[in-house]
């Protein structure tokens, strides 16, 4: 999966530019991807991801 459709995938999930860490994690299994592909879509738009668990994003 190209980056691009994560970050639509990240900007449809995300509240304010934040995300939860669950939400993160769960959005990356449903996508089939890593967790860090996600991490990496919400650096690029400057989506905050927090109430982090695992320190994997």
Known sequence: MDLEKIKKE??????DKRLDCPD???LAEKLGVEY????????????????CELGCF
């Open 10 to 15: 990240v900007e449809l999930a995300a509240q």
């Open 24 to 26: 993160a994690r769960a």
């Open 36 to 51: 860090s592909l996600v991490g990496k879509a919400c650096d690029e738009l400057q989506v905050k991801i927090h109430a």
